[in-house]
Nanobody, 126 residues
Framework: QVQLVESGGGLVQAGGSLRASCAAS????????MGWFRQAPGKEREFVAA????????NYADSVKGRFTISRDNAKNTVYLQMNGLKPEDTAVYYC???????????????????WGQGTQVSVSS
């Protein structure tokens, strides 16, 4: 069955960096766009970044643009989120998600994603 497993979260000081990974299995990874979303305590889940099936197109939330980088390795069935310049407001549970289809533009819409991981906690101290 489809499985997404995130790792790489942790506690870091403001200004620091983390790299989250999401290992996928149970589906043809290269036929899916991938996305990262996050949910802070008391808030709704929000879009962070997405990448097309080929890795050729990316999409970012304005709040992370220039600080976060999404990438993928289709040979390893893994998507990454490199987070630099972390801020306390980046504290959240980060989820990866998979969206079926080789569309050109990766979606920011949560309701368009077909499968979700269990999340990894990222905490940023001030």
């Amino acid at each position: 069955q489809v499985q997404l497993v995130e790792s790489g979260g942790g506690l870091v000081q403001a200004g620091g960096s983390l790299r989250a990974s999401c290992a996928a299995s149970g589906f043809i990874f290269s036929s899916y766009a991938m996305g990262w979303f996050r949910q802070a305590p008391g808030k709704e889940r929000e879009f962070v970044a997405a990448i097309s099936w080929s890795g050729g197109t990316t999409n970012y939330a304005d709040s992370v643009k220039g600080r976060f980088t999404i990438s993928r390795d289709n040979a390893k069935n893994t998507v990454y989120l490199q987070m630099n310049g972390l801020k306390p407001e980046d504290t959240a549970v980060y989820y990866c998600a998979a969206k079926r289809g080789r569309t050109a533009t990766p979606s920011y819409r949560e309701d368009e994603y077909d499968a979700w991981g269990q999340g990894t906690q990222v905490s940023v101290s001030s």
